[in-house]
């Protein structure tokens, strides 16, 4: 099953994301039409009280730009939606350079980048621009017009869940309210959009999958305030999809205990990854992991970690169709290692007539290395879960998922 995850990262480009307004509403909308039945959008209000955090105002920007007096356009919102402070309040008046200058924004260390800045809990207003554009901008006056609309409406998210034959769950969630980036966090939405897709084909799951595509942090933070109980419950590992689309590196994020199962699908996964400690979070696992929940990420460049994040220059050409699949590859390889993740044991005390069920050569050979059926019963000890039996082997998982499938139809493993 392949999914054109960069054709969906180029459909979505465009959309002005942010914690709430149309372009939310619009990559929801899209993920719908994607992902297909099964999917809910939810609506939550603004003002609407989680803990002690609130559902902040809606917020849309209609246009924005920076012109001289005689009409010449510097900055345009329309160019790149980065170019706005999110959730910046309107703004219309002629203003002189010096006036102008605390409300601009650039990395004079990366002078070709936007940066991506935003104020949803102070209400301000800004421009981003690349040093050098802010080099270049002269003295003014300046023609400033910002339309920034802040008015209650709602939050939206997304979820999916997908039942398994268990009640205990695997918590999947990425966030929605990033403007045009891709690596953090387009890669991360299309990754999950094509798990969602993959897990839904999936005839006979063992758990259920919860599938959550939220704003970042306030998202998280609300649904921990209606859904706590049942999360605490039910969920066994949950995954951030969180910077999933370049090619340059792997990195790990552990949960807050470190070993969780989670943690334990991550390092087996056959990637030489970079690790990051709990101190070093960024996104929902923030949340996830304080509610006491075992989630942690397997990044590819990793939020604060490469040179383009969180600027204009985290664009398209950051991320591409193969870093994007080898992602999706290594969170499917993960959940099956959780799917399948029994412990084994032989039903006899010890080595089973392999023969007798055509799963050992029937004429002695000389030979330097023990068959993989045979390394693979060694371990079948009752103690040995299928991800340390994985980890200690270095068997394909199609082949040990084949192995101990034509052991358990033999009837020579059972598991617990
Ligand atoms: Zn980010």
């Known amino acids: 099953m392949t999914f054109p995850m960069y054709q969906w990262a180029k459909d979505l480009w465009k959309e002005p ?15 719908n039409d994607l992902i ?13 009280k ?43 008046m002629i203003m002189s350079r010096d006036d102008l200058e605390p409300h601009l924004h650039s990395i004079p260390s990366l002078p070709t980048a936007i940066p991506y800045i935003t104020s949803y809990y102070k209400q301000r207003w800004g421009f981003c621009l690349s040093e050098n554009q802010k080099s270049s901008l002269g003295l003014g006056p300046f023609k400033v017009e910002l ?4 008015r209650p409406g709602s939050m939206r998210y997304g979820e999916i869940i997908i039942p398994g034959r268990e009640k205990k769950e695997i918590l999947l969630s990425t966030y929605i309210c990033h403007p045009s980036m891709a690596n953090d966090n387009l890669s991360g939405i299309v990754v999950l959009a094509a798990l969602a897709k993959w897990l839904k084909s999936q005839p006979n799951l063992r758990y259920t999958y919860r599938i959550l595509f939220l704003p970042e942090t306030i998202g998280s933070i609300y649904y921990l305030s209606r859904h706590l109980d049942h999360l605490r419950e039910h969920v066994i590992a949950g995954f951030v999809l969180s910077c ?40 929902d696992e923030r949340q996830w992991c304080l509610a006491g929940l075992p989630v942690a990420l397997l990044m590819r460049s990793g939020f604060g970690r490469y ?3 969180h600027t204009s220059l985290d664009d398209l050409s950051v991320i591409s169709q193969r870093g994007l699949s080898d992602t999706l590859a290594e969170h499917q390889k993960m959940i099956t290692l959780i799917e399948n993740n029994y412990k084994w044991k032989l039903v006899n005390p010890c080595e089973p007539f392999l023969s007798a069920h055509n799963l ?9 290395q023990p068959p993989d059926i045979i390394k693979i019963i060694g371990y079948m000890d009752g103690k040995t879960d299928l991800i340390d039996l994985f980890s200690s082997l270095h068997i394909g998982l199609d082949d040990l998922l084949d192995a101990v499938s034509r052991l358990a139809d033999a009837g020579i493993i ?3």
């Not at 090619?247 to 990637?271: N, P």
Request: glycine fraction near 12%.
């Open 360 to 368: 050992y050569p029937d004429i002695s050979e000389r030979r330097q």
């Open 414 to 416: 059972v598991h617990d």
């Open 36 to 48: 297909g039945a099964g999917w809910t959008i939810y609506s939550v209000l603004s003002g609407t």
């Open 17 to 31: 994301r942010s914690l709430t307004g149309e372009g939310v509403r619009a990559t929801l909308s899209y993920l």
């Open 307 to 309: 040179p383009e994040y």
């Open 50 to 92: 989680c803990f002690d955090w609130t559902v902040p105002l809606e917020w849309n920007c209609h246009g924005a730009s920076i012109k001289r007096l005689g009409g010449e356009t510097i900055i345009d919102w329309n160019d790149c939606n980065l170019h706005v402070v999110g959730y910046s309040t309107g703004v219309d």
């Open 147 to 150: 339309l920034g609309d802040l």
């Open 244 to 283: 999933c689309g370049d090619e340059r590196a792997w990195t790990y994020l552990e949960s807050r205990d470190g070993d969780t199962l989670a943690d334990r699908a991550i390092r087996a996964a056959d990637v030489p990854w970079d690790f990051m400690g709990f101190d070093e979070r960024g996104s």
